[in-house]
């Protein structure tokens, strides 16, 4: 009798102890598991990493994608958010901004005077700028940590080059490419039935006292060819500090007789147009001009024409057709 529970004892320490090989032979499977996905993990955090050519020429990289991102100027701050980005520093706005998702966002500054206690107290990795205007900032910018990004946007082809460089910075390339094919669909729609006989514009940027003619070379300029206008003033010789500008020059205007004149401003624009009216009426020569007898003359929205636009840049397009059509 005692060998039977002998034996049956006996039969009960192998099976415990096939159990618990069992059990750790599991474990390690588990372990190496995890230690595969952690690797794979890994390899996914590492082909996040990416490294872009701004309009400088200058090669950026990044481990990651930037999540921590300030913007200087509204059209950058327009192709994040358009990109399903954010910001935690966006330019600083006298009004209402176009992108409402930003409304809360900590201000910054601008290109032309960036605020640096307040970037580095956000501890962006990226700040993006204008190319030429910030790149005195690099190094006080790559000196609280983060990296600059520097663009322009003097034509609806930059416009839509900010959209594929920040996608790629983003990781966010079929995005670009979807923003720009809209862009591209809408040049079409503004071409498409053209007449040959365009109307002549004289496109005003300024503020009391300070006006400037826009040249074909700047981002409006661009706008205005591409919806069927013609720039009256577009062999003026442009300006040295600011080359898509000229000097308004009062005998050519008279000459060339406009059928639009457009006031742009990055401030109020309405204050704009009442101080450009004045000075027209100092001289009496203006009062014979097509768009002053036709009363066209128009204020543009400072979000789509006294600033880059960004992926509005659709809609600029849409209001100067509309301008053009009524002014023929």
Request: aromatic content about 6%; charged content about 20%.
């Amino acid at each position: 009798m005692k060998k039977y529970v002998y034996l049956f004892l006996a039969a009960i320490f192998l099976m415990t102890t096939g159990c618990g090989t069992t059990a750790t032979d599991s474990a390690g499977a588990a372990s190496a598991n995890a230690g595969a996905a952690q690797s794979a993990t890994g390899s996914a955090s590492s082909s996040k990493a990416v490294t872009i050519t701004d309009f400088a020429g200058r090669q950026i990289s990044f481990n990651t994608v930037p999540q921590k991102i300030v913007a200087l100027s509204n059209g950058e701050m327009n192709i994040v958010y358009a990109l399903g980005g954010e910001l935690v520093g966006r330019p600083t706005a006298t009004g209402p901004i176009s992108v409402k998702a930003a409304e809360k966002v900590e201000q910054v500054g601008s290109t032309h005077g960036m605020i640096l206690e307040k970037v580095a107290y956000l501890s962006p990795e990226v700040v993006l700028g204008n190319n030429p205007l910030n790149t005195k900032d690099i190094a006080s910018v790559e000196s609280i940590g983060a990296k600059m990004v520097l663009t322009q946007a003097n034509s609806i082809d930059d416009v839509k080059k900010q959209i594929q460089l920040f996608g790629q910075m983003l990781q966010k390339s079929d995005k670009a490419a979807e923003l720009n094919a809209s862009i591209d669909a809408k040049i079409k729609a503004a071409e498409t039935g053209q007449s040959s006989a365009k109307p002549r514009v004289l496109m005003v940027y300024g503020a009391p006292g300070t006006y400037m003619a826009a040249l074909n070379n700047s981002l409006s300029g661009d706008i205005l060819v591409k919806a069927g206008g013609v720039n009256i003033a577009a062999d003026y010789p442009a300006l040295d500090q600011y080359p898509q500008y000229a000097q308004l020059n009062t005998e050519k205007i008279i000459k060339s007789n406009p059928q639009l004149i457009v006031i742009m401003s990055h401030g109020n624009t309405e204050k704009s147009k009442e101080g450009f009216i004045k000075e027209m009426q100092q001289n009496p020569a203006w009062n014979s001009l097509d768009a002053v007898k036709n009363n066209h003359v128009e204020v543009l929205p400072s979000d789509l024409f006294g600033t880059n636009p960004g992926t509005d840049v659709v809609d600029a397009l849409d209001l100067m057709k509309k301008l053009l059509d009524a002014a023929k």
